[in-house]
């Protein structure tokens, strides 16, 4: 794979988004239904998977007193707007908020959960006296597989040979192709991971200015500054990130560069690097090409573990940022390959129980683990081949990991969300 190829990769992935990821791609897919109709909506019916329904229930929507799915919902019907994508929230007015309110209030809006062993799908049927309009996203938190208006498909799908043959495209890639093209392309290729840095950085500082959500990373900073804990590394990368994931998680109306189409793991993947940086005295490039390696780490690892899971993307995003938190501190490629399996042998197991303001706990423990692996890498200490799922190749390693995550999501997604339902308080 070439740098154009990796450079693509980085294009596809790092989106811009508000607010969390499923939520918003339910109105994202209820604007779409909305926009190929001529009348008033009578009926909207969500069918979603359970991943979507675990991380859409309770988060907070951004600049909206209003949670949960049927209201997201209903206000991505009204506010339209497709073309903006996991954006488009952002235009929704206080009205919009109260007509989306009363549409619930009246029963136009249901949930279901759908039955299908695909982690991300969300289906729309949409009623109104002209037309039955069916949107049907699957896999990926915009890739519309299908629009029927009145039982007649409205999209130009691509044919199955060339969908697979971009699909292998994208995912062609290894490690040491990553470490080469992060560390040596041109600067100018990285202009969106640059953006990444500057977009999350000011979500960062909102959070650590203002109280969000439990104000995980805002009360790190306190701490440190009231000498209950020291300003070293650890505790900077894990208030950056966690101060992000308060802000996230907690409704700011900030957009984030989202990495693999969650918001959380682009701040999880950025911050602690940036925090590093910041702390270690990184010059502008180093810093650039670090968040770089993060990210594509990332991706790497999302394309064979899925969109979402059972277990919790920010393990990931900690892997990832050790890798770059090495190469920070003049660590090898060797290194940043043993902090990568130091971060996975460590993490791995996290569950994922929704998105929710508790995330940013989460986004803290993976942070201050990060640079924990990446100081041991960095003396070249690293987990044994001989050690549970982790193996001599970091490849193998990832392999066993996302097998984990893949084979064992049905049962443990089961258990968590019936857990989520079924709640008293």
Not at 11 to 28: D, F, N, R
Not at 347 to 360: H, Q, Y
Not at 379 to 393: A, L, Y
Request: aromatic share 4%.
């Amino acid at each position: 794979m070439n740098y154009k190829d990796l450079q693509h990769v980085l294009e596809k992935e790092l989106i811009v988004a508000i607010g969390c990821t499923e939520p918003i791609a339910i109105a994202y897919a209820t604007a779409v239904a909305a926009e190929h109709t001529t009348a008033p909506i009578e009926k909207i019916e969500l069918s979603c998977s359970r991943n979507v329904i675990k991380n859409a229930m309770a988060v907070a929507i951004p600049g909206r007193q209003h949670t949960g799915i049927a209201f997201v919902g209903a206000l991505g019907a009204i506010v339209k707007g497709s073309d903006k994508k996991l954006s488009l929230i952002e235009a929704a007015t206080e009205d919009q908020e109260k007509e989306a309110v009363a549409m619930c209030e009246a029963g136009k809006v249901t949930v279901t959960e759908a039955d299908t062993p695909k982690v991300l799908v969300i289906k729309v049927t949409m009623e109104t006296k002209n037309e039955n309009v069916v949107v049907l996203i699957e896999d990926d938190h915009t890739n519309i597989t299908s629009i029927k208006v009145n039982d007649v498909e409205q999209l130009q799908e691509q044919t199955t040979e060339e969908a697979t043959e971009g699909s292998k495209k994208d995912n062609d890639f290894t490690l040491d192709e990553i470490v080469d093209f992060c560390l040596n392309c041109p600067l100018s290729s990285l202009d969106l991971v640059k953006k990444s840095i500057d977009m999350n950085m000011a979500v960062a500082n909102h959070g650590l200015e203002n109280a969000y959500g439990m104000q995980v990373g805002k009360l790190i900073k306190e701490q440190v500054e009231e000498g209950i804990l020291s300003d070293d590394l650890a505790s900077r990368a894990m208030s950056y990130a966690a101060a992000g994931s308060d802000a996230r998680m907690g409704g700011a109306t900030l957009p984030v560069m989202a990495n693999s189409g969650s918001g959380n793991q682009g701040i999880a993947v950025t911050l602690p690097v940036i925090a590093a940086a910041d702390k270690l005295g990184a010059d502008e490039e180093k810093t650039i090409r670090a968040v770089a390696l993060s990210h594509l780490i990332a991706i790497f690892v999302k394309y064979q573990f899925g969109r979402l899971s059972a277990l919790c993307g920010v393990t990931i995003a900690g892997a990832s940022s050790a890798a770059a938190i090495t190469y920070l501190l003049d660590g090898t490629k060797e290194q940043m390959y043993f902090a990568i399996q130091n971060t996975l042998g460590n993490v791995t197991g996290m569950l994922c129980d929704g998105a929710k303001a508790g995330c940013a706990m989460k986004v803290s423990t993976c942070s201050g683990a990060a640079v924990q692996a990446a100081l041991m890498a960095k003396k070249n200490i690293c987990i044994p081949g001989t050690n549970g799922f982790v193996e001599n190749d970091v490849n193998n390693t990832i392999r066993n990991f996302s097998q984990i995550g893949n084979e064992g999501s049905p049962t443990l997604d089961t258990i968590v969300l019936k857990q989520m339902l079924n709640k008293k308080n």
